[in-house]
């Protein structure tokens, strides 16, 4: 994993993240994006990359359709999202339909993801990951091994979460699966105070169950932070 320190972190990850666009400009890209503050990364962000051959999906999403706490509507409340009118590019929403279960929601949004890499075989998949203190990254929270894998390892690109442990206790997220196999290029904004002690042992070899944050040591993730480490 990379690690980048600066003084502007939301800026620097910003640009890597433009970059990265331009680079697969007119190529099928599946865009996945955090919520949290990973959210305030994308307004310096420069969409005349993005187009109609991309398409952008929130990684892991609160199963709630109130607007104030479901990820994918928090996104569209963004300058980034305003900017995006002309560009042509597509969306998969991660928005529960009214009487519509946990388990149904979670199912739906996995054979949409699987869809899209079934028609698109050749996408480059860019993720903007953030971290949370816990150690947790996307909706993939630190567990007891029997509880991760009963959670994430049952063979699902995406899955239905719950953890009592988070105030947001009903969650659905791509898994560590999806992560090893789909993903290109990966970038994560960590910054604050309280994410040092996560950032500060990230490389150590822990198992995921313990950090799931872990998993961008596997798959040499970009860390962009304000953290001297």
Known sequence: MKIHTSSEPLKETAKAL???????????????LA?????????????????EYTTIMMMDERF???AK???FLQMTKTFFYTKLTNTQCSFLPTVPEENESHDDFSNRIEKDLATYLETHPNCTVVALFGIGPDGHTGAIFPMTHEEFIDTYGQGNLYTKVVYPKNPFVNRSSITPKFIKRYITQSLVYAVGEAKLPVLSTITDPYEL???????HELIESSLYTDSRL
């Open 69 to 71: 706490n479901n990820n």
């Open 35 to 51: 919520g949290g503050s990973a959210l305030q990364v994308l307004d310096e962000v420069d969409t005349s990359f993005i187009n």
């Open 209 to 215: 169950h313990e950090m799931p944050a872990h998993i």
């Open 18 to 32: 433009s970059d990265t666009l331009e680079k697969y400009k007119n190529t099928d890209v599946l865009l996945l």
């Open 64 to 66: 709630t359709a109130d």
